[in-house]
């Protein structure tokens, strides 16, 4: 039973705009969540985390907000640009391991 | 740069073949994991040291086994690959502390032939 959760399996936006990335959860002792980047051929990368305390945590255009009694986490990114074009892990992490979900794969469209 | 290196980047074996792939670190982490991927799907954690001190997961077949001679590699051995075995296998370190993120190699293609 997955306890990550990405319900999108893709997701195409426009050059500028911005994108969401959603992601649940069912594990209620996660207590630091994560955001992973992907490009083909490539290892995933970090992105952006935040721990459980939080409900949100900025980094320039990435902005990752908790919402712990949804059990819902999201991945926002604005203005989109090109590069954002990549597979989007969410995880999260208990004591010591961390836990993916399937990916979204976002498009940034011209 | 400090950073995680599999190798090799693709392998194609046997079926029932042996195969073992490798990974190394410059960045001195004292975590290493292995992860399979099959297209589509979460990476799959299969084990992961402590230093030395390995720690397998439950569901992970006994096909798999793992070897960490010091702190900069790590090496999964595939005793005999089945069609089912055929995925990216990642590779990840991290500090010990569990707010920490893990970095990752680029992997290594696995196919069966």
């Known amino acids: 039973d997955q306890q990550v959760k990405q319900n999108s399996p893709s997701l195409s936006v426009q050059e500028g705009r911005i994108s969401i990335l959603n992601c649940d959860y069912t594990?209620?002792?996660?207590?630091?969540f994560l955001w992973y980047k992907k490009y083909p051929a490539e290892g995933p990368t970090f992105l952006i985390s935040?721990?459980?305390?939080?409900d949100k945590n900025e980094d320039g255009r990435f902005t990752v907000f908790l919402n712990k009694s949804a059990k819902h986490l999201s991945l926002h990114i604005v203005p989109s640009q090109p590069g954002d074009s990549a597979v989007y892990f969410c995880a999260a992490s208990e004591e010591d391991k961390i836990i993916f979900g399937k990916g979204t794969r976002l498009h940034i469209l011209p | 740069d400090a950073m995680v290196i599999q190798n090799p980047r693709y392998q194609v074996t046997q079926f029932g073949k042996p195969v073992t792939l490798s990974c190394s670190q410059t960045l001195n982490h004292n975590v290493m994991y292995w992860y399979q991927q099959k297209s589509s799907q979460a990476p799959k954690l299969l084990f992961h040291?402590?230093?030395?001190?390995?720690?397998n997961e439950a569901d992970t077949p006994d096909n798999f086994q793992s070897r960490r001679p010091n702190t900069s590699f790590c090496f999964l051995d595939i005793r005999s690959p089945g069609l089912g075995d055929a995925a990216m296998y990642l590779c990840?370190?991290?500090?010990?502390?569990?707010?920490?993120?893990?970095?990752f190699g680029d992997g290594t293609r696995l196919s069966i032939l």
């Open positions: 990840a370190t991290s500090i010990y502390d569990s707010n920490q993120p893990q970095h």
């Open positions: 594990n209620s002792m996660f207590d630091y």
């Open positions: 935040i721990s459980s305390i939080k």
């Open positions: 040291y402590y230093d030395k001190d390995f720690n």
